[in-house]
């Protein structure tokens, strides 16, 4: 057996007892502060995430890397993988942010639990990604366009 094998056996073999020992240890921390009554809640809410990510966030963001795909036939790998990344992070802070809007929407009792516009904090964060993400891909297609018209060495 080759050597890279070998690390590569160890090197799984450590992430998955690190992985181990994170999901024992989250078990112990449900356990220690969440009141027993408060368990079926809790999976309920769990489950719902795992809905939402595979039912919502999974396919939208396979499509639009399909389309992406399609569409950048002229972009690097690169920046298809970058659009794709800011889609995923946006997404998360999306499903995130979401149950704090629809809780300021049922006008609760106390105004000081939800004090800040969490919409327009969530289109801010878009915006702002979609910045970045775009100042981002247009300097790598800038580089990747100065790297292919370089003559190569052979060429002289």
């Known amino acids: 057996m080759s050597t890279e094998i070998k690390r590569m056996r160890v090197a799984r073999t450590v992430l998955i007892l690190i992985g181990t020992a994170g999901l024992v240890f989250g078990l112990y921390v449900?356990?220690?502060t969440v009141r027993i009554t408060r368990l079926p809640g809790v999976a309920l809410w769990i489950g719902a995430a795992i809905v939402l990510h595979d039912a919502v966030l999974a396919p939208v963001v396979f499509f639009?890397?399909?389309l992406l795909r399609?569409?950048?036939h002229r972009a690097t790998g690169t920046?298809?993988?970058l659009v794709q990344g800011a889609i995923v992070v946006g997404s998360i802070?999306?499903?995130i942010v979401v149950p704090a809007i629809v809780a300021q929407g049922l006008s609760?009792?106390?105004p000081s639990i939800l004090p800040l516009d969490y919409g327009r904090n969530l289109a801010l964060f878009w915006a702002?990604?979609?910045l970045v993400?775009?100042?981002w891909a247009g300097l790598l297609y800038a580089r990747s366009r100065r790297a292919n018209q370089r003559p190569s060495s052979r060429q002289s």
């Open 108 to 110: 609760p009792n106390n």
């Open 93 to 95: 802070m999306t499903l």
């Open 128 to 130: 702002a990604l979609a």
């Open 30 to 32: 449900l356990f220690d």
């Open 133 to 135: 993400t775009t100042v």
């Open 70 to 72: 399609r569409a950048g």
């Open 79 to 81: 920046i298809l993988v």
């Open 64 to 66: 639009l890397g399909l």
